[in-house]
């Protein structure tokens, strides 16, 4: 497959994720633990499947986000996440190690002399400032917990969406 489209179904996939959680508050129980750890292994399999998917392209953009998502799963294992400090630490930390993935292939695309490079660094912007300020609104209770995850995954997604169509749109005025 195309790397652009592996990259876009998966970026749909975190905009499902994303609105699954949204809606998942009112409708099950209020164990943020179970769904972030649930979350996080839905990420490292999405992204586990981009890197196989995308091999020959030598991105590797996906298995350093599985990665990061085994150390957060880890941590969500091993802390107490049901208090909302340990649940904004787990995100931050993941918030940290993404923005490093994030300006990894930032800096792939400007050694290259692309200007998708500017685009990263935009995003990457954009990825930390709604990072934290999901991570500042963790205290209330659960419900509302997953909600803002919910939102975090969405407005992630969407900013995932956005390179793989320039990309796509780009290819298609060129031929």
């Known amino acids: 497959m195309k790397k652009e489209n592996v990259d876009l179904l998966v970026a749909i996939l975190l905009i499902i994720i994303g609105m699954v959680l949204m809606v998942l508050p009112h409708t099950s129980n209020d164990n943020v633990r ?17 890197y196989f998917l995308t091999f020959k392209a030598k991105d590797y953009g996906g298995l350093h986000t599985a990665l990061v998502s085994i150390v957060v799963a880890v ?16 995100v931050l930390i993941w918030i940290t190690l993404m923005a490093l993935v994030k300006l990894k292939k930032a800096d792939y695309f400007h050694d290259r002399h692309n200007k998708l490079w500017i685009l990263e660094i935009f995003n990457l912007g954009l990825f930390i400032l709604v990072g934290i300020l999901t991570s500042i609104n963790f205290y209330y209770n659960s419900q509302v917990q997953i909600l803002i995850l919910g939102y975090f995954f969405l407005i ?10 320039i990309i796509k749109l780009n290819i298609k005025e060129k031929k």
Do not use: D
């Open 75 to 90: 941590i969500c294992v091993i802390l107490k996440i049901e208090q909302a400090k340990y649940l904004a630490l787990a």
């Open 156 to 165: 992630n997604g969407i900013l995932e969406v956005i390179e793989p169509l």
């Open 34 to 50: 179970s769904i972030i750890i649930c979350v996080m292994s839905l990420y490292i399999i999405l992204n586990f499947g981009r």
